[in-house]
């Protein structure tokens, strides 16, 4: 059982991994489509997972601003070989009937193992749905992501279990097919259904059926072929994650035989040990009372912890009564652990409180913003969903005439995107050391790239506003589109995006643009977390109702517009819980 538990704790670690890469390959193939690095990207998760042995990406036409729709990337040898196009990709017959099943099936899920005939490997696939948010803010599915898994190394780490001298391990899918087996004939080409009717003594069809339906490990008697017919000890696991089963089995002889004579060894020392306690307590009985009178104090002694007691003499009993004592002092060392481990939680809980008080006292909430300027007025939100947030936003003066405002959005939640935030935050504004947005982006990313070890990126809009001309310079790193809106109630959306999340890759460049703010205009920075808010029904807030939103609000002051976002915000959630960080930040120019 434990040498079971291993194999299947890899088994388990290869199966989850490639299922949340094609998650991942789901979540953000669209996005690298459109910047022309769908291929780069889909590569790198190959070269980096061995067991991976290829990923095929199917998008619907419906999908516009791409390239290409579909790509088919895979393993050859010690090469990897990537085909992009405008049209499905065909490939063996056994891959593309499980790939043509998986589509049709809809949903999320693993394929029957079959064999790769390209590499003649046993291979399983799992399919994951590429979800995009329509106009109208609902989610509908625009094509799947199918990733093959390799069966090879699973089919080493269960041949190489040893389950005693002469037992065996194998793997079998929810149908009872061989996908690894000592007899390497057997994997894809027999079920445990074939198996001999001298295997098991009752019915093989409802037993199987049983043990491939269980939800937990369990044991039964069997007659393998591998063993001649010999009595053996069959354990087997499932695998929740896609209803595979790994099956042991033992001997029942090499299990049993060697205990035979410990067995009556001990049968006859347990009797003999039993007459020798009789005469011993009849002995004690008879002769000892008065050392159990002593018991008898020690016991109330230890119920009620009073008064001193006289000296015991030297004999066995005194040894229960120190044990007595030990038992006693054992108790109130438990009581004091359990009393340090409260501390230890209420200690934790209060560091988590220090944290976010840290991190809120980094988030400018000075009202007003520029007690001393009129030509100007800012006022933000922000309600992390969790104790600590990932979202920034900043703004600061370079010189009399530039003021800078940012808005971004890390990847994550919970303290490590909060402390990331925090560098970010941090190195923005250090490199911020002349007006042009493109330039303070492209620092700003370089420094996050050699400071970044896991993997985080952050989605920004950095603008440089010049106060005394209107004009604002701006950056967007793939972060959601900023609005203007002037005081008749036009909006105007900046959706023009100028490079990838920061954090990603240092040597990228980005663009920039400008624009003409006039007298009156007012610009609204945000996070997704506003746009992607759930209410009870699980529906979306969506730009489009933050755009009517602001249109009612035009020509209020930022401090109002913002106070009556944050109660629409409250009201479309209801009783919802917040999902995502909550950031808004909305600037007026007046000169």
């Not at 023009?496 to 990228?508: E, F």
């Amino acid at each position: 059982m434990s040498q079971s538990t291993e194999v299947l704790a890899s088994v388990k670690r290869y199966v989850v991994t490639t299922s949340e890469v094609a998650g991942n390959v789901a979540d953000q193939v669209i996005f690298y489509g459109r910047q022309d690095h769908a291929d780069l990207f889909i590569q790198s998760l190959i070269d980096k997972y061995s067991f991976i042995n290829a990923i095929f990406v199917n998008i619907d036409s419906t999908v516009t601003d791409l390239s290409y729709w579909n790509y088919f990337t895979y393993k050859d040898g010690d090469s990897t070989i990537i085909r992009r196009g405008k049209n499905t990709f065909s490939s063996c017959a056994n891959e593309q009937e499980q790939f043509e099943k998986l589509i049709a099936r809809q949903a999320i899920g693993w394929s029957d193992p079959y064999r790769c005939n390209r590499n003649n490997i046993v291979v399983a696939a799992y399919c994951a749905p590429i979800m995009i948010k329509t106009a109208s803010g609902q989610v509908e599915r625009v094509g799947e992501i199918i990733c093959e898994l390799s069966l090879n190394e699973l089919n080493r780490q269960v041949n190489s279990l040893k389950i005693g001298n002469g037992g065996f391990a194998f793997l079998m899918s929810n149908d009872g097919v061989y996908i690894t087996h000592p007899v390497s004939e057997w994997i894809l080409n027999k079920r445990i259904y074939d198996s001999n009717k001298k295997v098991l003594k009752e019915d093989l069809t409802a037993t199987t059926d049983r043990v491939l339906s269980d939800l937990k490990p369990g044991t039964l008697i069997a007659y393998p072929e591998l063993f001649n017919f010999e009595k053996a000890l069959v354990y087997y696991v499932p695998i929740e994650q896609n209803g595979w089963v790994l099956v042991s089995a033992l001997p029942y002889k090499e299990l049993f035989e060697p205990l035979y004579l410990p067995v009556l060894q001990m049968l006859f020392f347990s009797v003999l040990g039993i007459l020798v306690i009789y005469l011993t307590v009849t002995y004690i009985i008879n002769r000892q009372i008065k050392p159990l009178s002593l018991v008898t104090k020690q016991l109330k002694r230890f119920s009620n912890l009073t008064g001193p007691y006289k000296d015991i003499p030297e004999n066995e009993v005194i040894q229960v009564a120190e044990s007595l004592n030990y038992m006693k002092s054992w108790y109130e060392q438990y009581l004091q652990t359990q009393s340090d481990e409260q501390k230890k939680k209420l200690q934790r809980q209060e560091d988590m409180i220090q944290a976010s008080e840290i991190q809120q006292s980094f988030i400018k909430t000075v009202d007003p913003a520029f007690p001393e300027r009129t030509d100007i007025d800012l006022y933000a939100t922000y309600q992390p969903a969790r104790g600590v947030s990932g979202d920034l936003f900043d703004y600061f003066f370079l010189d009399e005439e530039h003021l800078v405002l940012t808005m971004g959005d890390v990847s994550g939640k919970g303290v490590p995107a909060a402390f990331f935030m925090s560098v970010a935050q941090t190195i923005i504004k250090t490199n911020a050391l002349e007006p042009k947005a493109d330039l303070i982006v492209k620092r700003a990313n370089k420094e996050l790239c050699t400071t970044n070890q896991h993997q985080f990126f952050l989605t920004l809009f950095l603008g440089v506003l010049n106060v005394k001309t209107g004009i604002l310079q701006y950056c967007n790193a793939a972060h959601t589109p900023a609005y203007i809106l002037s005081n008749s109630g036009k909006i105007k959306e900046l959706a023009q995006s100028h490079g990838l999340p920061l954090g990603l890759y240092p040597d990228k460049s980005y663009n920039s643009a400008k624009i003409q703010l006039e007298k009156g205009d007012t610009l609204v920075l945000y996070t997704d977390g506003v746009t992607e808010m759930l209410n009870e029904n699980n529906f979306q807030y969506s730009n489009k109702q933050l755009i009517e939103n602001l249109k009612s609000l035009a020509g209020q002051s930022p401090k109002e517009m913002v106070e009556r976002l944050d109660k629409s915000f409250k009201m479309y959630m209801g009783h919802a819980q917040q999902s995502d960080d909550i950031t808004l930040l909305i600037f007026q120019y007046k000169a």
